[in-house]
Every structure is written in structure tokens, then in C-alpha cells.
């Protein structure tokens, strides 16, 4: 754990960057520092491996006060990737990632052996090590500052606005893949980013800052979205905080409707009233097809692919609320068509059921941990 006590930063121009800032860091998640422009998050980053220095409190590694610990050995345990990657422009890829473990005294060879290794950790092909930053496209600069700062294997990483410079797309890229390789690795992060949804997206943790260094709040991504601390907080967060946090509350006691369906190439049977316009088409497995329109299709006919309207999104097991609410609203019934692991239809949801559950985890505050969908319990499946 990084534990920071009662610490501050008041810069020689008698700047106040960080005022009183109390918090502790889990060991093996990611805590994400968020907050607008000039108010505190870097400068309480590098307090921590001691590029800059507090001018008032502690902070502790694992219960040791980081002053008891010389700045390079420190450092060497802590992981550093700034933006723009801040890799060195003459040496080659693999060079780069190889430095730290060949200062701290590991032959070159087994060095780049190691680099090329990482390369492939973070999605690289090994040939790219041969070439020089300036001849791989940003994106791909960042992952090698990712593999650089993973080099000796430090249990902290710290990371500065690491895929802000890269555009969107690639950007979204770089924070799945980094949380598959956190997945994989398990390390202390500290993730410093001025984009609320990226800490949402990343952070096990999320330390909201407001100008002034003050920590305006620090808790999970979902009571940061239900339950912001202030306006201040609220503001920042922007909208559709509701709608965003029904990421983290779990389908798992959505009950499921019993849905009529039709074998594709089935004839279509005559409807029986207006509710039942829509009828949901599978295929022979019983896999969804698409929602055939009763009003628009002969009664008799048979059902081709062709008569078919594409029926939106699909709830799967172990999928949120906002997937469920989805699937409902994207549906031209209004029905949402629940699938099990295998694709195959298990009913349907509909939207005051979602609006129900919502309600019920509101009350009971169903915030699951990130990561802790895959292990859901599946939706419970209640006859009509
Ligand atoms: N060396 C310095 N001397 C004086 N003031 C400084 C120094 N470094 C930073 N500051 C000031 O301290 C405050 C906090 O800066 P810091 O870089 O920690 O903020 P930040 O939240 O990381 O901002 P950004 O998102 O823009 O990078 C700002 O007002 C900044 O101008």
C-alpha cells in the first residue's frame, strides 16, 4: 500500500499544488488521480518515487516512510511512463526497454532477450525492436514506454497521462490492452489522466482533484458516478452519470420473460392482438435472427431472412444493467433478447423490469469490482 499522511506541496514561488492530502493506495490495483489542469495530480505522482519532494507530510511504501529510502533505490522499484512514451530517439526499441535492467547490472544480451519478451507482452511484433522510436506511429511509442517502465519488473508503476497523445481510437486500444496486461500482472498503479472516462474505464480507485490540490473525493468508479461528494465533483463528472452507472451493477436479477419465437423459414401464425406484433425469428439452433413485423408480413407466409428487422443489442450472462437497458431499448419490440454463454435464446427483458432492477440496486448498492462481471451469476430465468 501507498499510504500518503496529511502531505502538501508548497513550490518555492509559494505555489500551493498539494494541500493535506490523506489518502492510502491499494497494493496490486489501479488508483487513478483525475482532476482539471493545475491541480495537483502530477506533482502528487512524483512525490511518490521522490522527483519532487513534499514539503510537509509522509508518504509510506508498505509502511516504509519513503525519505528512509535513497532516491535511486527507490526509483528502482517504481516504474515511471510519461506521455509521449519519453523514449531515448538513439537508441533502437529494444535498446530502450533494455536500459534500466542493463544499469542495474544485467548483461546485454539477456537484456534484450527480456525486451523482446515484453514487446510481445504488450502487443509489439518482436521485429519492431530493430527500429528507432521515430519510425513507430505514437501508439506504438506508447506501449514501448509501458514495456520500458515494466523492464525491471517494479511492483509500482506510475503512470502521467500515459495515451493522451494518441488519438481515440488507438487510445481506446491501449487502456483495454492495459487492462488485460494488469490482469495479467498485477501491479501497484498509480494513473494520472485529466479524462474522466478513462478513470472510469481504468480505475479500480478514483481520487477526484480539485484546483488547489484539494482531494474533492476517492472512492470506486461506481459511488463516484451514483454518489458524488459535491458539486464540484458532479460537475466534473458531466452527464449521463446515471445512464454510465449502470456499468457496474449486474443483470444477475434481471427475471427474463418467456419469449414466443418462430424457426426461421416457420410459417408466420396469425397475431392474436396488438401486443404481440413482434414476433422473435431464431435459427434452427435457436439462436436470434431478427424481429419479424406481423403488420408488415402476410399471415402464412413463411419468414426469410429478408422480412427480418435486426433486433439491436443482446444480453448475455453476467452483463450490466446498462447492457440489459440496451438491449431493451434497441429492440423494435421494446423486448430485449437475453442470450445464454452460447448465443442460444433464453427470453426477453423489458424495460420496466430494467427500470425495476435499477430501482433495487439503487437501494441495495450492487457495485461490483471491476473485473468481477466474468464471475456473475448468470440471469435468472422466471416464467411469464
Ligand atoms: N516547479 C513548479 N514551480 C511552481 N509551480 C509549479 C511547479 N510545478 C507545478 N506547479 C504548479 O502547481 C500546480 C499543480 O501542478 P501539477 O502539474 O501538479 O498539476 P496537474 O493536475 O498535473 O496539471 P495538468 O493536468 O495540467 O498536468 C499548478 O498550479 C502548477 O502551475
Same mark, same amino acid.
Given at each position: 500500500?501507498?499510504?500518503?499522511?496529511?502531505?502538501?506541496?508548497?513550490?518555492?514561488?509559494?505555489?500551493?499544488?498539494?494541500?493535506?492530502?490523506?489518502?492510502?493506495?491499494?497494493?496490486?490495483?489501479?488508483?487513478?488521480?483525475?482532476?482539471?489542469?493545475?491541480c495537483?495530480?502530477?506533482?502528487?505522482?512524483?512525490?511518490i518515487?521522490r522527483?519532487?519532494?513534499?514539503?510537509a507530510?509522509?508518504?509510506?511504501?508498505?509502511g516504509?516512510?519513503?525519505?528512509?529510502?535513497?532516491?535511486?533505490?527507490?526509483?528502482?522499484?517504481?516504474?515511471?511512463?510519461?506521455q509521449?512514451?519519453?523514449l531515448?530517439?538513439?537508441?533502437?526499441?529494444?535498446?530502450?526497454i533494455?536500459?534500466?535492467?542493463?544499469l542495474?547490472?544485467?548483461?546485454?544480451?539477456?537484456?534484450?532477450t527480456?525486451?523482446?519478451?515484453?514487446?510481445?507482452?504488450?502487443?509489439?511484433?518482436v521485429?519492431?525492436?530493430?527500429?528507432?522510436?521515430?519510425?513507430?506511429s505514437?501508439?506504438?511509442?506508447?506501449?514501448?514506454g509501458v514495456?520500458?517502465?515494466?523492464?525491471?519488473?517494479?511492483p509500482?508503476?506510475?503512470?502521467?497521462?500515459?495515451?493522451?497523445?494518441?488519438?481515440?481510437?488507438?487510445?481506446?486500444?491501449?487502456?483495454?490492452?492495459?487492462?488485460r496486461l494488469?490482469?495479467?500482472?498485477?501491479?501497484?498503479?498509480?494513473?494520472?489522466?485529466?479524462?474522466?472516462?478513462?478513470?472510469?474505464?481504468?480505475?479500480?480507485?478514483?481520487?477526484?482533484?480539485?484546483?488547489?490540490?484539494?482531494?474533492?473525493?476517492?472512492s470506486?468508479?461506481?459511488d463516484?458516478?451514483?454518489?458524488?461528494?459535491?458539486?464540484?465533483?458532479?460537475?466534473?463528472?458531466?452527464?449521463?452519470?446515471?445512464?454510465?452507472?449502470?456499468?457496474?451493477?449486474?443483470?444477475?436479477?434481471?427475471?427474463?420473460?418467456?419469449?414466443?419465437?418462430?424457426?426461421?423459414?416457420?410459417?408466420?401464425?396469425?397475431?392474436?392482438?396488438p401486443e404481440?406484433?413482434?414476433?422473435?425469428?431464431?435459427?434452427?439452433?435457436?439462436?436470434?435472427?431478427?424481429?419479424?413485423?406481423?403488420?408488415?408480413t402476410?399471415?402464412?407466409?413463411?419468414?426469410a431472412?429478408?422480412?427480418?428487422?435486426?433486433?439491436?443489442?443482446? +444480453? !448475455?450472462?453476467?452483463?450490466? =444493467?446498462?447492457?440489459?437497458?440496451? &438491449? #431493451?431499448? /434497441?429492440? %423494435?419490440?421494446?423486448?430485449? *433478447?437475453?442470450?445464454d454463454a452460447?448465443?442460444?435464446?433464453?427470453?426477453?427483458?423489458?424495460?420496466?423490469?430494467?427500470v425495476?432492477?435499477?430501482? +433495487? !440496486?439503487?437501494?441495495?448498492? =450492487?457495485?461490483?469490482?471491476?473485473? &468481477? #462481471?466474468? /464471475?456473475? %451469476?448468470?440471469?435468472?430465468? *422466471?416464467?411469464?
Open positions: 500500500m501507498i499510504s500518503f499522511q496529511s502531505v502538501a506541496k508548497v513550490y518555492p514561488d509559494g505555489t500551493a499544488a498539494v494541500q493535506d492530502l490523506s489518502l492510502d493506495i491499494p497494493t496490486g490495483r489501479i488508483t487513478v488521480f483525475v482532476g482539471p489542469s493545475g495537483g495530480k502530477t506533482t502528487s505522482l512524483r512525490m518515487n522527483m519532487i519532494e513534499p514539503t507530510g509522509t508518504i509510506e511504501i508498505d516504509r516512510d519513503t525519505r528512509s529510502i535513497d532516491a535511486p533505490t527507490l526509483r528502482r522499484g517504481i516504474g515511471y511512463v510519461i509521449n512514451a519519453g531515448f530517439p538513439h537508441r533502437t526499441v529494444e535498446d530502450n533494455a536500459t534500466v535492467p542493463v542495474q547490472g544485467k548483461n546485454r544480451r539477456e537484456a534484450r527480456a525486451a523482446r519478451e515484453l514487446l510481445e507482452r504488450v502487443g509489439l511484433p521485429e519492431m525492436g530493430r527500429r528507432y522510436p521515430n519510425q513507430l505514437g501508439g506504438q511509442q506508447q506501449r514501448v514495456a520500458r517502465a515494466l523492464a525491471a519488473d517494479p509500482v508503476m506510475l503512470m502521467d497521462e500515459p495515451f493522451s497523445a494518441v488519438d481515440p481510437v488507438v487510445r481506446e486500444q491501449l487502456q483495454t490492452e492495459f487492462l494488469q490482469d495479467e500482472l498485477g501491479k501497484t498503479i498509480v494513473f494520472v489522466t485529466h479524462d474522466i472516462d478513462e478513470a472510469v474505464k481504468l480505475g479500480d480507485r478514483i481520487a477526484v482533484f480539485a484546483v488547489g490540490g484539494r482531494l474533492a473525493q476517492f470506486s468508479p461506481a463516484l458516478l451514483r454518489r458524488p461528494a459535491d458539486d464540484f465533483v458532479a460537475d466534473f463528472i458531466g452527464r449521463d452519470r446515471g445512464y454510465r452507472a449502470l456499468s457496474f451493477s449486474l443483470a444477475g436479477s434481471l427475471p427474463l420473460t418467456d419469449e414466443p419465437m418462430l424457426r426461421l423459414g416457420d410459417p408466420v401464425p396469425s397475431a392474436t392482438g404481440d406484433r413482434w414476433l422473435l425469428v431464431v435459427d434452427p439452433d435457436g439462436r436470434p435472427r431478427g424481429w419479424l413485423d406481423r403488420e408488415e402476410p399471415t402464412g407466409r413463411a419468414s431472412t429478408s422480412d427480418l428487422r435486426l433486433g439491436g443489442s443482446l +444480453a !448475455a450472462p453476467g452483463q450490466s =444493467l446498462r447492457t440489459a437497458l440496451d &438491449a #431493451a431499448l /434497441s429492440s %423494435p419490440s421494446g423486448r430485449g *433478447v437475453a442470450v452460447d448465443g442460444i435464446v433464453v427470453g426477453s427483458i423489458t424495460i420496466p423490469d430494467v425495476e432492477a435499477i430501482r +433495487a !440496486a439503487d437501494r441495495t448498492g =450492487l457495485d461490483q469490482p471491476v473485473g &468481477a #462481471a466474468s /464471475s456473475a %451469476p448468470d440471469m435468472k430465468k *422466471v416464467p411469464s
